[in-house]
């Protein structure tokens, strides 16, 4: 970075992808402030408590106790930094249609305060164009008089949370700039806490590479999700046919069938691309095909279930195991086992749920195993969560993430 300019790093959204960024920049010599509309967050982090499963409490203590991060609600935190990521969330709205009230509001939020020489960078997922055509605007507008430089770059956040190999990092970071020297201040400060950054030609390139990235996934999962229908209905064993089919060594990767797609990014991404397709005069068919296909699921998933009890059960009572949307966190955002639940209360049956790492979800509270039901359906398989109790009562399970192979009274998707 510029010699001028202090390591000082301001990060807007302390979730998911700021706070994680925020230890890597750390751990990196970086002094960061991480500025959250949330007040109640703000009081927790600086408590040292993490709100993500990444993040230890004791490496949260560590960076906060030796001076090198704080976090706040005052914008006015940015006038200091030399570098300002905006890591908030890019949502849908109502119409299922992108939703950058958020976004916007980050941007006119930090305007007056950022400095001169200061690089801004969007980190949130969102459309091709939206660097451009909203944060540069907004911030250039507002911006106080005598920051006549500022540098703007697209550098899209790949975390996968509660990923144990790959982090911030050792996951290579894409930046694409508005211009060279936007581009050498974006490179340098992210080669200063990843292991790679990978330069593209503009903004744009970056957020849609983003967008590909994530809906690569979207279609993936939901070919073989409507494969699983087609193999299940033929008595075939979809994992195995998955397994046979990885055998071979190129031109082939295994994706697994489930009750669908959760979290903030694999169901929503897709639909800033078809949106913006739209807006291009164009329509991604293929991908409104997939979340289609997706969205069917926790129906299927739901019938399946309630067809492995006796028919003569009236009001079946249904246990789900596993409503956050992935392994190994708690986060509920978007999670199909939603509209699983829904179904199945729809159908008549008396549904329950359990989950280790999500004590209370829509209105109600996790259950314990002892519960008695008529079928389970494994949702999620949650680290820490013991089945063995449930297999030994002998409880149908039906098993929508093949990790209950072989055993008795156990039906895979
Ligand atoms: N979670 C993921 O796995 C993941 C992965 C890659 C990319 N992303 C993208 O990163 C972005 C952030 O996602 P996230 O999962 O970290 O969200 P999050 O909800 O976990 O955290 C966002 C934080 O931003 C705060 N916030 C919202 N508006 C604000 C504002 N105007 N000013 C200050 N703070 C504000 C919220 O209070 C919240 O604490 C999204 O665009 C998402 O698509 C997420």
């Given amino acids: ?11 807007i959204g302390q979730g998911y992808v700021g706070l994680p960024l925020a230890m890597a920049a750390v751990d990196a010599g970086w002094t960061v402030i991480g500025v959250d509309n949330f007040e109640a967050k703000v009081a927790q982090i600086n408590k040292g408590s993490s709100p993500v499963e990444d993040i230890s409490d004791a490496q949260l203590k560590a960076a906060i106790s030796n001076g090198s991060y704080r976090a706040t609600i005052d914008y006015s935190a940015v006038a200091q930094a030399s570098v300002v990521t905006i890591c908030v969330p890019t949502p849908l ?19 007056p305060f950022v400095s001169n020489e200061t690089l801004v960078v969007s980190e949130s997922t969102s459309y091709p164009g939206t660097l451009r055509e909203i944060i540069i605007p907004t911030v250039n507008q507002l911006k106080p008089k005598d ?6 770059a697209s550098a ?4 996968n949370p509660g990923d144990p190999v790959w982090n911030q990092k050792n996951t290579p970071r894409l930046v694409g700039a508005i211009d060279e020297e936007s581009k050498t201040k974006a490179l340098a400060f992210y080669e200063s806490i990843c292991d790679a950054a ?53 031109g082939f990767m295994p994706f ?23 807006q291009n005069g ?18 299927y998933v739901a019938e399946r279930a309630l067809c492995m009890v006796d028919s003569s059960v009236k009001n079946p009572k249904v246990l789900i195991l596993g409503v956050a949307y992935k392994p190994g966190v708690g986060d509920v955002r978007e999670t199909p086992v939603s509209e699983l639940r829904d179904h199945l209360l729809s159908m008549g049956a008396d549904v329950a749920w359990h989950d280790p790492l999500v ?11 002892t519960w008695e039901c008529d079928v389970a359906i494994l949702a999620t398989k949650q680290p820490g969560m013991n089945l063995n109790q449930l297999i030994a009562r002998g409880v149908l399970i039906l098993d929508c993430t093949n990790s209950l192979q072989g055993l008795s009274g156990v039906t895979s998707l």
């Fill in 256 to 278: 697994r069938p489930g009750v669908g797609v959760g979290g903030h990014c694999i169901p929503v991404d897709p639909l800033y691309l078809t949106w913006w397709a739209r």
């Fill in 359 to 369: 004590p209370a979800w829509e209105g109600s509270q996790s259950i314990d195993l």
């Fill in 156 to 159: 899209p956040e790949r975390v």
């Fill in 282 to 299: 164009g329509k991604a068919e293929f991908v409104e095909s997939a979340d289609s296909i997706n969205h069917a699921m926790p129906k």
């Fill in 93 to 111: 709205d109502e119409k299922r249609e992108p939703d950058l009230a958020l976004l916007r509001n980050a941007a006119t939020g930090i305007a």
């Fill in 198 to 250: 990978v330069s593209v030609s503009s903004p744009e390139v970056a957020e849609a590479a983003k967008l590909l990235e994530n809906t690569f996934r979207l279609v993936n999962i939901a070919l073989v999700n409507e494969f699983t229908q087609l193999c299940s209905a033929s008595g075939i064993n979809v994992h195995e046919v998955i397994d046979a089919a990885s055998s071979k060594p190129y």
């Fill in 1 to 11: 970075m510029s010699a001028q300019k202090p390591r000082i790093l301001a990060i």
């Fill in 147 to 152: 920051s006549l430089k500022v540098y703007f």
